[in-house]
T-cell receptor
Framework: DGGITQSPKYLFRKEGQNVTLSCEQN?????MYWYRQDPGQGLRLIYY???????QKGDIAEGYSVSREKKESFPLTVTSAQKNPTAFYLC??????????FGPGTRLTVL | GENVEQHPSTLSVQEGDSAVIKCTYS??????FPWYKQELGKRPQLIID?????GEKKDQRIAVTLNKTAKHFSLHITETQPEDSAVYFC????????????FGPGTRLSVLP
């Protein structure tokens, strides 16, 4: 777990703003994932990437965008098109699609 | 696609008792089944996992059983302690085949002293 970092820990967004959440890993994992977690709920997949320069939409990709220019980095942008973005965002990485290691999370609040 | 169901959604046990959480999955090609524990406000952490070529795995007070025919797997926690209180998530994956994880909705376990 210590090999995955997310920043910032807390993020406040005004309506109409785009914000970018950072996720970096030094585990040399090929696959990276973004999940959204609402209070008392499970993990919903936003986007995932299995190799550099390639990514796929998950179950709730609308209003989000990602890039994977480097193996170590998988930033998530929450766009103004996401109407209810207040949530806890978790980044994860895995090797060969098995054990997933999670970052500490970013708590996003819309003001 | 894969669908994972998890029961119960909440579970309360007395300290020292056992707790059992059950998951079912739909995709017969899934071959990797991890369990994660998430404490309040923290990240999920892997506590145990099992692959399809094994029927049971134990790690101290925690065990997982897998029935591939019935497509279900269960988490067993014995001699529960207050620090076991958390939300537990199961997941299913095709593993090395490259398919992404599908998580169950979670079980909130409360261990009462």
């Amino acid at each position: 777990d210590g090999g995955i970092t997310q920043s910032p820990k807390y993020l406040f967004r005004k309506e109409g703003q785009n914000v970018t959440l950072s996720c970096e890993q030094n585990l040399n994992h090929d696959a990276m994932y973004w999940y959204r977690q609402d209070p008392g709920q499970g993990l919903r997949l936003i986007y995932y990437s299995q190799i550099v320069n390639d990514f796929q939409k998950g179950d709730i990709a609308e209003g989000y965008s990602v890039s994977r220019e480097k193996k170590e980095s998988f930033p998530l942008t929450v766009t103004s098109a996401q109407k209810n973005p207040t949530a806890f965002y978790l980044c994860a990485s895995s090797i060969r699609g098995e054990v997933q290691f999670f970052g500490p999370g970013t708590r996003l609040t819309v003001l | 696609g894969e669908n994972v169901e998890q029961h119960p959604s909440t579970l309360s046990v007395q300290e020292g008792d056992s707790a059992v959480i059950k998951c079912t999955y739909s995709d017969s090609a899934s071959n990797y089944f991890p369990w994660y524990k998430q404490e309040l406000g923290k990240r999920p952490q892997l506590i145990i996992d099992i692959r399809s070529n094994v029927g049971e795995k134990k790690d101290q007070r925690i065990a997982v059983t897998l029935n591939k025919t019935a497509k279900h797997f269960s988490l067993h926690i014995t001699e529960t302690q207050p620090e076991d209180s958390a939300v537990y998530f199961c997941a299913a994956s095709r593993g090395i085949s490259g398919q992404n994880f599908v998580f169950g909705p979670g079980t909130r376990l409360s261990v009462l002293p």
